[in-house]
């Protein structure tokens, strides 16, 4: 399984980003795909996630209402739409997938394969 993270870049605070996952090598009907953040100096944290079948979704409280997770099943791909951006958004973006339940979506241990990584930097 490989994942390819993509749409990483510099904004201004208030502006928007739109990140992509795109997942190959595996079929992926009962996965998770979640995205997760960490900036420099801090721990890997949580950003949203959805179920590739279903479309059932989890997100941070820091980002709701921001940031949107969407998948295109066709195109075994995972969006994240990010708008209203603040410069603590700033962080190297990662997407991973795995087969937890629900209620372990936000820990990085439910997930088994990880992208590399893409940096979104939001100037104030």
């Known amino acids: 399984v490989q994942l390819q993270a993509s749409g990483g870049g510099l904004v201004q605070a208030g502006g928007s980003l739109r990140l992509s996952c795109a997942a190959s090598g595996g079929t992926f009907s009962g996965y998770v795909m979640g995205w997760f953040r960490q900036a420099p100096g801090k721990e890997r944290e949580f950003v949203t996630a959805?179920?590739?079948?279903?479309?059932?979704?989890v997100a941070a409280d820091s980002v709701k209402g921001r940031f949107t997770i969407s998948k295109d099943s066709a195109k075994n791909t995972v969006n994240l739409q990010m708008n209203s951006l603040k410069p603590e958004d700033t962080a190297v973006y990662y997407c991973?997938?795995?087969?937890?339940?629900?209620?372990?979506?936000?820990?990085?241990?439910?997930?088994?394969?990880w992208g590399q990584g893409t940096l979104v930097t939001v100037s104030s």
């Open positions: 991973a997938t795995g087969r937890g339940i629900l209620s372990t979506w936000s820990q990085p241990e439910a997930y088994y394969y």
């Open positions: 959805i179920r590739w079948s279903g479309g059932n979704t």
